[in-house]
């Protein structure tokens, strides 16, 4: 089943410890998914019942809030769950994001939320508000407000945000040169 190979990947991504938090997290905001979609109004009823149980005592315990409706890309990781993490229920996140603790993206408002890339990272204590769209490759530093677009391949610090493009220079290895 899908259901059991997500929680799988969820559980080896944070660390193969069955009471971390973020995975603990992840696997509940499974379940509520699978819930939603299962066909017999009844048997929904009673699974949606259940995740509800369940959300108020892992939101209470772990803080970390992420509705069944959120569209989270795969491998998707909270690499710290130390902190609150707070997830609007229209956001869409791409694949292979990381993060952090103390986020938030989106707001309890009416209105879209932000859809964010493939390969993006937000930092600690970041928040990602307003109907905006965040390119892939981005990466979101400590502490930042981001209420704006951003394009693919940047780096977003401060608050309110400073987009820069990202330097590939200095992820290349160095060459040397010929005088060395």
């Given amino acids: 089943m899908k259901l059991f190979e997500e929680i ?10 069955i009471l971390d938090a973020a995975f603990v997290s992840l696997a509940i905001y499974r379940y509520g998914r699978w819930a ?13 019942k259940f995740y509800g149980f369940l959300c ?9 809030w992420i509705p069944p409706q959120v569209q989270l890309g795969e491998d998707f990781h909270i690499i710290h769950a130390e902190g609150s993490l707070s997830i609007h229920p229209d956001v869409v996140i ?21 859809i964010i890339g493939d390969d993006v990272f937000i930092g600690v204590n970041s928040t990602v508000l307003g109907p905006i769209k965040i390119g892939d490759r981005v990466r979101i530093g400590a502490n930042t407000a981001v209420s704006t677009n ?11 945000a400073k987009i820069y493009p ?14 060395e």
């Fill in 94 to 114: 791409g694949k292979r994001c990381g993060v952090m603790h103390n986020v938030t993206i989106g707001t309890n408002m009416r209105g879209r939320a932000p």
């Fill in 36 to 48: 939603a979609g299962i066909e017999n109004s009844a048997g929904r009823w009673i699974a949606n």
């Fill in 56 to 64: 108020i005592f892992v939101l209470n315990v772990t803080k970390v």
């Fill in 8 to 17: 799988r990947g969820d559980y080896d991504r944070h660390g193969k410890r």
């Fill in 150 to 160: 951003v394009p693919s391949d940047s780096v977003v610090i401060g608050s309110p």
């Fill in 166 to 179: 990202s330097l590939p220079i200095f992820a290349q290895k160095r060459k040397p040169s010929h005088d």
